[in-house]
């Protein structure tokens, strides 16, 4: 589960334009926990943005979730 919750904080940053101080240290052990490599992260990444992104669109709507 920690692995997850520096992946999440990864993203977040990532998101943000902003470079994560802690994940160089980090990735070598929450990448493989999770079955990640890190050729496969930023495809990953763009993924999980992208839903997140189209989420928050559709919630924001003025129709709503």
């Not at 050729?39 to 709503?64: C, H, M, N, W």
Request: aromatic share 10%; hydrophobic share 45%; net charge negative.
């Amino acid at each position: 589960m920690l692995a997850i919750l520096h992946l999440a904080v990864e993203i977040y940053y990532h998101d943000q334009h902003v470079a994560n101080p802690e994940w160089a240290q980090i990735k070598d052990e929450a990448l493989p926990e999770l079955g990640l490599s890190e050729d496969s992260l930023p495809e990953f990444v763009d993924v999980i943005l992208e839903r997140y992104t189209a989420f928050a669109a559709k919630i924001l709507s003025p129709q709503g979730y």
